[in-house]
Every structure is written in structure tokens, then in C-alpha cells.
């Protein structure tokens, strides 16, 4: 499996601003993930990260609000653009198949 | 739409004992099914998966049920240790618009009683 780590850990924003989380892998991997959980709550997919094209979006999440890059294998950024206090989660970077995903630790974004 | 939900959000076993969480499911296409253990402050990690073409699967400790009749899955953890406490979370692969992706149920805390 392979070892993923997120920057950062967690953070306090205030509102209106942005974050913008790494996901590092320590090999190359076709597919990137990023979820979603808010407290108490199930994990849900924002995007796939793919390498050389846009990410694709699921329904309710929008690149202007998740612009997501992914310039290479091994890494890739979400950026929570202008912050509400309704952002406030956990953001999980996974890699793998889609049936075999590997999830990172997450970032803990509270917004104030 | 369709969902993948679970019958309890929370459970507690006496450390020693067998636990039992279930999860229903809707999408009567889905036909792979994974259950991930989320401890407190990590990521969730992958702990059994099953394809719809089998009704059991067993790993260490652990038994993965599929009842495609019902649509219900269940996951046996046997004789609890205090790890085991944790957040378990169904998940099955949805087949959306011709895309394919991962969809987690909401979740049973399971807290095991020294």
C-alpha cells in the first residue's frame, strides 16, 4: 500500500479566506482521490485529481470552490476557497483503484 | 438517490465478546462492498471487501456477510479487543452515469468495554 501524507495536519481559518492542503504519495499512482467528512459524518467524494487534465467534480462540489491541481504522480493540492464556517471538516486525500482506495490521515480545517 | 446506510450509529461490546454491525444498501447494481475501521484522529483504513457473487468472506477476526436478498451487509468482528474501538463504515462502488465510485455509509461507533 502506499504511504500518503497531507499538510496541514489542521488549521484554523478564518472566513472568507482560502486553504490550500498537499497530499504527497510516496510512489506514482494513476488515481487520486479527494473526500469530504464533515463531523459526525460519513466520508463523501469531492473530485477525482487527475494528472494532466481538469479534475472531475461530483455533483454539488464546483472548481471554483475546490480548485484541485494535480501536476504530477505523486502529488496533488485542494484548495477551500473563501471559507465558511459550513467548511469546516476533515479533507481526506486517498489513492488507488476505485474499488481499493488508501486514505492519508486528513487535514482538520476548522473555520471561525 | 440511492444510498448505502447502516441500521445503528452506535455499539457497545463487552471486551472478549463477538460484534455484529450491519449496513443495508439500496443500489441493487452495486457489486463490490468494502468495510473500512476508522480509528480516532486517522484516516479510514480498509479492513474486508466482498464482491456480489459471494455471500461470505473471512479474514483475521473478521467475517463479511452479503445478503443480496435484503441488500444487507454485515461485518463480525470476533472475540473484541479494546483496538477495535472505532468508527466502521460500509462502502460499496456505485455505477453513476457510467462512472464508477466509492460510496460510504454514515457510520457505527463501535466501543468495546474493558
Known amino acids: 500500500s502506499a504511504v500518503i501524507s497531507q499538510k496541514p495536519s489542521r488549521d484554523i481559518c478564518q472566513r472568507g479566506t482560502s486553504l490550500t492542503i498537499q497530499c504527497q504519495v510516496d510512489?506514482?499512482?494513476?488515481?487520486m482521490f479527494w473526500y469530504r467528512q464533515q463531523p459526525g459524518q460519513s466520508l463523501t467524494l469531492i473530485a477525482t485529481?487527475?494528472?494532466?487534465?481538469?479534475?472531475?467534480?461530483e455533483s454539488g462540489f464546483v472548481i471554483d470552490k475546490f480548485p484541485i491541481s494535480r501536476p504530477n504522480l505523486t502529488f496533488s493540492t485542494l484548495t477551500v476557497s473563501n471559507m465558511s464556517p459550513e467548511d469546516s471538516s476533515i479533507y481526506l486525500c486517498?489513492?488507488?483503484?476505485?474499488?481499493?482506495?488508501?486514505f492519508g490521515p486528513g487535514t482538520r480545517l476548522l473555520v471561525l | 438517490g440511492e444510498s448505502v446506510g447502516l441500521h445503528l450509529p452506535t455499539l457497545s461490546v463487552q471486551e472478549g465478546d463477538n460484534s455484529i454491525i450491519n449496513c443495508a444498501y439500496s443500489?441493487?447494481?452495486?457489486?463490490?462492498f468494502i468495510w473500512y475501521k476508522q480509528e480516532s484522529g486517522k484516516g479510514p483504513q480498509f479492513i474486508i471487501d466482498?464482491?456480489?457473487?459471494?455471500d461470505k468472506r473471512q479474514g483475521q477476526r473478521v467475517t463479511v456477510l452479503l445478503n443480496k436478498t435484503v441488500k444487507h451487509l454485515s461485518l463480525q468482528i470476533a472475540a473484541t479487543q479494546p483496538g477495535d474501538s472505532a468508527v466502521y463504515f460500509c462502502?460499496?462502488?456505485?455505477?453513476?452515469?457510467?462512472?464508477?465510485?466509492?460510496?460510504f455509509g454514515t457510520g457505527t461507533r463501535l466501543t468495546i468495554i474493558p
Open positions: 486517498t489513492v488507488g483503484s476505485k474499488e481499493t482506495q488508501y
Open positions: 510512489s506514482q499512482v494513476t488515481m
Open positions: 485529481a487527475n494528472q494532466g487534465s481538469e479534475a472531475t467534480y
Open positions: 443500489n441493487s447494481a452495486s457489486d463490490y
Open positions: 466482498i464482491r456480489s457473487n459471494m
Open positions: 462502502a460499496e462502488i456505485v455505477k453513476d452515469f457510467g462512472n464508477e465510485k466509492l460510496t
